[in-house]
């Protein structure tokens, strides 16, 4: 398999800005649609790999397990550099 994130980026789900990677809006569309099955099953998730796998499972559903955990791998600390700035603390300083 060729490496998770290089595909990511080849279907556009995952961008390149210098050495970092950014999600796209089709990821964030996917995620988002993802996030929202879930809540509406009443899901019991607090954990960021569960949408993600969700997300990623609707876009690669011929995917074996070992793919799938790979991309999953490869998304979640993608998507916790995104998410970064609306966890940090507003009282705290400046990174």
Do not use: C, N
């Amino acid at each position: 398999m060729p490496d998770p994130l290089d595909r990511l980026v080849d279907d556009g789900l995952v961008r390149r800005e210098g050495e970092r990677a950014r999600t796209t809006a089709r990821w964030q569309a996917a995620l988002a649609r993802a996030a929202f099955q879930l809540q509406r099953e009443g899901a019991p998730w607090m954990d960021l790999r569960l949408p993600i796998a969700a997300a990623l499972l609707e876009r690669y559903s011929d995917a074996s397990d070992e793919e799938l955990a790979a991309l999953v791998e490869a998304m979640v600390p993608v998507e916790e550099a995104e998410l970064a700035p609306l966890w940090r603390d507003p009282s705290g300083p400046e990174p």
